[in-house]
């Protein structure tokens, strides 16, 4: 159990058993006060429930039709699941949540916005015409222990994306990101465009940049020289819609499980796949410190809506002109959000979009906005300067605590060990399977170097090694590491075999490998291989 308490003895000590007990407490406590009394959940985001902090990470997939979304959730599952539909045309028409069950089957979103465990309920805002496009895949699949993915439909292109949906897309996509961990957009290498609407959805992801990553898809589609060309133009196309100077990780490669149609780049597309995979397994890792993360980007957005509202009530009439002065306070609010930024010295990216925030605001009752109240901001500050501090060590003590927790199953296993594991059989690892010393085989031309060198009792100094080795051109902190490497029986001179043995060290950084931290036994000196063990 964690615990602190306030001095002044004013409150009672705050005890929580962990991080989303303290995270649901905190929130109910202190700053849904503050969001219901200003009308936080009519402009913003609505009231998070305890689902919100209790659920898995999860992982939003958004991209135009036929870009790989759901093969790309097969080929992480390597199964099937409830309502999958894959095809060249828009397939995937709904918005599906790939969930773990225990029983295999398919929840509709009527059903799906009712249930208390699920955290979906508040998705009922968006009606009818969304909830009938929404269901929960439910499967038994290990990969689905740790994470749930989110399908999204097709985003719409050329003529297709004028039909209208029936709701709000881009909203729904803006409700998701808020609470995803991951939102993955993907790209198809082979046909590079950006729709209108597509470009609308990008835009409305913007507040979560941190937790976006952009997959260019198939791209063994095209050759290299077009690769190059393709992810040139979707960097200059990402720039102009997110702008920000900031680079958005792109990870290039072809996501089913299917042969390569033009293997140029296998290497290039095992590696960023293998960085993919990683950054998904950390997400169960992170969770609790994205969610802290994400309820204080509330608090701050909360705690600004709450200095605009009682501004725009305190300069409203008491009796006569309240619509032309509640036009004018709209128009106005520009003015009005640089004076709150001075009073309260609060950052311009803390305040919500100026023109939606305008929109919002022109259907609103300006009368019924309450005035300022201290006491509810000073329980948010009160949160933010120390509670949230607190908490932050109880989630290092969780993480120390904890199992390390990582996505395990499906495609990840087969990245994870054996021969086909990423970087087997190469760089330090090349010759780990093999009988014979894998540095004997450039030994004799070692070898010629070694005994120009003019070695005393079989040995050589270290002031003469650094000779030979700085010729390499690496620089003394990499020669420093391949020294205390290759010194196997650490008497600071090299024999034969280590100085072959350092050879081959500066031989795998320099084509581009790193160096092991400790000496892996297939490359220690057969004749010191049992005083090494």
Not at 364 to 370: A, E, H, L, S, W
Not at 451 to 477: F, H, Q, V
């Amino acid at each position: 159990m964690f615990s602190w308490s306030n001095r002044d003895g004013k409150k009672d000590p705050e005890l929580f058993q962990n991080v989303s007990d303290g995270l649901k407490r905190l929130y109910r406590t202190k700053l849904f006060p503050l969001e219901d009394t200003y009308h936080f959940h009519d402009f913003h985001s609505p009231a998070l429930e305890d689902a919100d902090f209790d659920n898995k990470p999860m992982v939003l997939l958004v991209g135009q039709y036929s870009t790989g979304k759901t093969t790309f959730i097969r080929h992480l599952m390597e199964q099937d699941f409830p309502g999958m539909r894959i095809g060249p045309e828009p397939t995937t028409d709904s918005f599906i949540a790939v969930m773990h069950g225990e029983q295999e089957g398919v929840i509709p979103g009527n059903a799906l916005v009712v249930d208390p465990k699920k955290p979906f309920r508040k998705l009922n805002a968006f009606g009818n015409a969304f909830l009938n496009r929404f269901m929960c895949a439910q499967l038994n699949n290990p990969v689905l222990e740790s994470i749930s993915i989110i399908d999204t439909p097709g985003i719409l292109s050329g003529e297709k994306q004028r039909i209208s949906r029936g709701y709000d897309f881009a909203a729904v996509l803006e409700w998701f990101a808020e609470r995803v961990d991951r939102i993955i957009l993907l790209f198809d290498a082979h046909k590079l465009d950006i729709s209108d609407e597509f470009s609308e959805v990008i835009k409305a992801l913007k507040n979560h940049e941190d937790k976006m990553r952009v997959v260019l898809n198939k791209a063994d589609q095209i050759s290299t020289q077009q690769l190059m060309r393709v992810y040139g133009a979707l960097m200059w196309s990402l720039g102009k819609i997110i702008n920000t100077p900031e680079v958005v990780r792109v990870y290039i490669g072809s996501f089913w499980a299917q042969p390569l149609l033009i293997a140029d780049n296998r290497k290039l597309f095992e590696a960023e796949e293998q960085d993919l995979f990683q950054d998904i397994q950390s997400l169960p890792r992170n969770a609790a410190l994205r969610k802290l993360n994400d309820l204080i980007k509330r608090a701050r957005l909360a705690k600004v809506h709450a200095y605009i509202i009682s501004a725009l009530k305190k300069e409203m009439p008491s009796v006569f002109g309240k619509d032309s002065k509640k036009k004018e306070l709209i128009n106005n609010l520009g003015a009005i959000y640089e004076k709150i930024q001075k009073e309260h010295n609060i950052s311009p990216g803390d305040f919500p979009n100026l023109k939606k925030m305008q929109e919002l605001l022109s259907v609103q009752d300006f009368t019924k906005f309450p005035a300022m109240k201290p006491k509810l901001l000073e329980s948010v500050e009160d949160m933010l300067g120390n509670d949230i501090a607190k908490l932050m060590a109880l989630v290092r003590k969780e993480e120390a605590t904890m199992p390390s927790q990582s996505v395990k199953g499906g495609a990840f296993e087969g990245i994870s060990n054996g021969p086909f594991g990423h970087g087997y059989g190469e760089g330090a690892g090349e010759g780990i399977d093999e009988l014979e010393w894998i540095v004997g085989r450039d030994k004799p031309s070692y070898d010629e170097i070694f005994y120009t060198l003019s070695p005393i009792n079989g040995k050589i100094s270290g002031a003469t090694a650094k000779k030979e080795m700085t010729k390499s051109k690496l620089p003394n902190t990499v020669l420093g590491k391949i020294w205390t490497l290759a010194d196997v029986d650490k008497d600071g001179y090299l024999d034969d075999e280590e100085f072959a043995l350092a050879n081959h060290l500066i031989k795998v950084k320099l084509e581009g490998f790193e160096l092991p931290a400790k000496l892996p036994n297939h490359l220690v000196p057969p004749s010191k291989r049992q005083e090494h063990n």
